[in-house]
Each structure stands twice: as structure tokens, then as C-alpha cells.
């Protein structure tokens, strides 16, 4: 099942860039998008999350965009920061699932000092 | 900050036992989870709780797995007889509302089956 997907299994940047971590998904019954931190041994922590009403959220150095006639969402994180390197999921769910999340498989982002 | 809290961290057990793996959600939150994470694999939703009944669960919530909210505090998980593709880390997680919002999760607890 492949609902959701995460292309690139890593990613590295340089501190003080643009980290732009990627999520498409092929379920068009999808209303509410979220992104999701996890560090080693420990559970996934929240990010942002943004409704298919809408095209962006902001929150502090977080960003998601959502194209829905792409099925694409895309998170931003400026400037990144070292203590961002972790592992990212975005995850999808829809009205009367039970607001079951379905999830990504993970971009690991390792920021570079 | 209001957290959720599992127990126990690490739970090893031979296949065919009985194992409970707990979770307090956070105080106020009302709808309740249960994930899963085999090694290497994307974390999966189990089953969702709300207001003492199952909202939704997945293929995977077969009848060997039960969900139980005992007391006013405490959320489990039963699985009554592990096998060896049961081993995963378990997430418990809670949320204030639905049918969307912001899911908030626990440490997990790693269970292995030998």
C-alpha cells in the first residue's frame, strides 16, 4: 500500500539553508496533511499540519505547501538547524477514517554545521 | 508539557504469550491509538478508540489484538498470542478532537518475540 510516499529516503544541507523535504500521495479522499519529526528511539513528534482547503501553513522556520491537483505537499525548513537532523513522515488522513494517519516512509535530513 | 507516557519501554516475550503494553494518554485528549513500526518499515495505523469503542482498525488488528480503556487513565493493548511478526515498536497516541487533528505520541514501546 502506497497511499503515501516519500521519494528520497535522505537528504543533506549545509546549516543556514533551505531544507525541502518532499511527500505525494494517491489517495484524493485525503483532507488533513501533517508532518511529523522522530529521532532515535523515541515516538514521532509533530511538526505542522495543514487542511485541503488550504495551499499553505506557516509556523516559525516551518512551512507546508500543498498542491492538490499534484497530490504533492512539500515541507520547508529555514534556516535549518543542526538539532533538525531527524527523521521527517508526512502523514495523510480523511474525514471518516476513524482519523486513521496513513504514513509516509521517512526522509532522513541530516543538517550539516 | 502534557505528554504521552508508555509502559513498558522494552517487552520481551516468547511467542504464543499474552502481552498488555499500556499508555496514558494526555489528560484532556479523547480519541486514542495504536501504531506500529516493524524495523525498517513505515509506521501503521492499528486501530482507533473513542468513547469505549473501536472507530476504525486495520487489516492488521486481527482478533488476536484488543484495545481496552480499564480506568480513566490508562489505554492497552493486548495481543493475546505473539507470534515472531508481532516484534515492533509500538506507538500509542492521542488527539483532542477529530475527525482530524493533531495526533500526539508516545516513546513507543519495543516488543520482541523470540
Known amino acids: 500500500d502506497q497511499q503515501v510516499k516519500q521519494n528520497s529516503p535522505s537528504l543533506s544541507v549545509q546549516e543556514g539553508r533551505i531544507s525541502i523535504l518532499n511527500c505525494d500521495y494517491t489517495?484524493?479522499?485525503?483532507?488533513?496533511f501533517l508532518w511529523y519529526k522522530k529521532y532515535p528511539a523515541e515516538g514521532p513528534t509533530f511538526l505542522i499540519s495543514i487542511s485541503s482547503i488550504k495551499d499553505k501553513n506557516e509556523d516559525g522556520r516551518f512551512t507546508v505547501f500543498l498542491n492538490k491537483s499534484a497530490k504533492h505537499l512539500s515541507l520547508h525548513i529555514v534556516p535549518s538547524q543542526p538539532g533538525d537532523s531527524a527523521v521527517y513522515f508526512c502523514?495523510?488522513?480523511?474525514?471518516?477514517?476513524?482519523?486513521?494517519?496513513?504514513f509516509g516512509g521517512g526522509t532522513r535530513l541530516m543538517v550539516k554545521p | 508539557e502534557p505528554e504521552v507516557t508508555q509502559t513498558p519501554s522494552h517487552q520481551v516475550t516468547q511467542m504464543g504469550q499474552e502481552v498488555i503494553l499500556r499508555c496514558v494518554p494526555i489528560?484532556?485528549?479523547?480519541?486514542f491509538y495504536w501504531y506500529r513500526q516493524i524495523l525498517g518499515q513505515k509506521v501503521e495505523f492499528l486501530v482507533s478508540f473513542y468513547n469505549n469503542e473501536i472507530s476504525e482498525k486495520s487489516e492488521i488488528f486481527d482478533d488476536q489484538f484488543s484495545v481496552e480503556r480499564p480506568d480513566g487513565s490508562n489505554f492497552t493493548l493486548k495481543i493475546r498470542s505473539t507470534k515472531l511478526e508481532d516484534s515492533a515498536m509500538y506507538f500509542c497516541?492521542?488527539?483532542?478532537?477529530?475527525?482530524?487533528?493533531?495526533?500526539?505520541f508516545g516513546p513507543g514501546t519495543r516488543l520482541t518475540v523470540l
Open positions: 502523514a495523510a488522513s480523511r474525514t471518516g477514517a476513524g482519523n486513521m494517519l496513513t
Open positions: 497516541a492521542s488527539s483532542e478532537q477529530a475527525p482530524v487533528g493533531e495526533q500526539f
Open positions: 489517495n484524493s479522499m485525503f483532507d488533513y
Open positions: 489528560s484532556n485528549h479523547l480519541y
